[in-house]
């Protein structure tokens, strides 16, 4: 599979599993999503504001590629969060449209990435003010790994409150080769 097609096999990825997740956290009261279970961000919905605010961050980066990705316009309308922690909502409701806004954006950009543009050095400062300048399809590595870790974090957090997520495995996006040759289209 190319650099290129994993990365798209990844937004599919992300965008589903934060369906999904979005879909379990909605069975919880308001203050079960609320409670400080002791993860990175406290609770669940902390957790998920940050994966916002994580993606909100990186993207906004992006949007400074040369390549100039129309995807990622609507992206720089919206608010930088002031951190890491930055709560965009605390009602889910709210929190999972911009989800869903955000998984939307992340699919139609990775679809418009060249291999070309992955191996770019994109030139940016984190939150913090410490410069850096890193292979831009390496930073996208990163970018769908964040993801990916804190997801895991927000399962168990719904373990916790006795929440089945069901199946979460990136497995079940990859088609079998000898059935077609090809991975599916995300979901």
């Not at 997801?151 to 990859?174: K, P």
């Amino acid at each position: 599979m190319s650099e290129l097609a994993h990365l798209r096999l990844m937004a599919g990825y992300n965008r589903w599993m934060n369906q999904k997740l979005y879909d379990a956290a909605a069975t919880l009261p308001a203050q079960e999503l609320a409670a400080d279970r002791g993860a990175f961000f406290g609770s669940l919905l902390g957790t998920l504001n940050h994966l916002v605010a994580g993606d909100t961050i990186w993207l906004r980066r992006f949007a400074t590629h040369p390549a100039r990705f129309g995807a990622l316009d609507p992206v720089l309308a919206l608010p930088a969060p002031a951190g890491l922690d930055a709560i965009h909502s605390a009602d889910l409701a709210v929190l999972g449209a911009h989800r869903r806004l955000l998984d939307q954006l992340i699919v139609s950009w990775t679809a418009q990435l060249a291999e070309a543009d992955l191996g770019h050095v994109l030139h940016y400062a984190n939150t913090k003010g410490i410069r850096s300048q890193k292979r831009f399809g390496d930073l996208l590595l990163h970018f769908f790994n964040h993801q990916t870790h804190h997801r895991g974090q927000a399962s168990t957090l719904l373990s916790q409150a006795g929440v089945d997520l069901g199946v979460t495995d990136l497995l079940m996006l990859i088609e079998n080769v000898a059935d077609h040759g090809a991975p599916p289209a995300p979901p």
